[in-house]
């Protein structure tokens, strides 16, 4: 069914945490990072290197002040959302109605850029109209998340830093048991930027 799932890439948090640490100026988006495959690229470019070929439609959300990290998207043939907002919710749903037509959406964060690519088609595989599939790692929920068409309203009707959580009670839930701490890791701080499996 991924020919017709769109992936929404968010990238419009400040990430004021890493910001704490490594300077105000510094985009943790485009930090360098060394990737499972050894290969040295910025954190948004290790996400979006990551994704499917199937996947042929791509939302990147973010903010213009950020033009570095729109070209590195475009480069990878994402369609560009821009808001005013860093709010989850609102990224989501901004980069949900910019395809709505779609049978189910990939959301993706774009400050975790060590997920297999084998573990997003797992997630993939577990889409359908009425579930959402969530990688499962030691009993723990985590991204990417697929959601089914169904969700197209709720996922819309975000809004704020609240994500899409909420939606969970209202349909299936496929549970996606995977061996992959990737989906775990996110880079909050400069030391997340090199990946350490426990």
């Known amino acids: 069914m991924s020919e017709s799932i769109g992936v929404i890439v968010l990238a419009a948090g400040q990430g004021s945490r890493f910001r704490q640490v490594a300077g105000a100026e510094k985009d943790k988006l485009l930090a360098d990072c060394t990737g499972r495959d ?4 910025s954190v948004i470019e290790q996400v979006l290197v990551s994704l499917p070929a199937s996947l042929g439609k791509r939302v990147l959300v973010t903010t213009e002040d950020r033009p570095q990290v729109i070209r590195m998207a475009q480069a990878y043939g994402c369609e560009i959302a821009l808001i005013d907002s860093t709010g989850m ?3 989501i749903a ?3 109605a910019a395809c709505p037509q779609l049978d189910g ?11 297999l690519p084998s573990t997003v088609e797992s997630v993939l595989a577990g889409v359908a109209d009425d579930a959402i599939s969530v990688p499962v790692l030691g009993g723990e929920f985590g991204h990417p ?5 169904s969700f197209g309203p709720g996922l819309m009707g975000l809004s704020g830093d609240r ?3 909420p939606l969970f009670a209202q349909g299936r839930v496929v549970e996606v048991v995977v061996d992959d701490p990737g989906v775990l890791w996110d880079v909050d701080v400069p030391e997340s930027l090199t990946f350490r499996p426990a």
């Not at 050894?38 to 690229?41: I, Q, T």
């Not at 959406?105 to 997920?115: A, Q, S």
């Open 105 to 115: 959406w990939l959301i993706v964060l774009g400050d975790m850029p060590f997920i």
């Open 89 to 91: 919710g609102d990224s």
């Open 145 to 149: 998340v697929g959601f089914g068409r």
């Open 163 to 165: 994500g899409a959580k």
């Open 38 to 41: 050894s290969a040295v690229r």
């Open 94 to 96: 901004a980069g949900v």
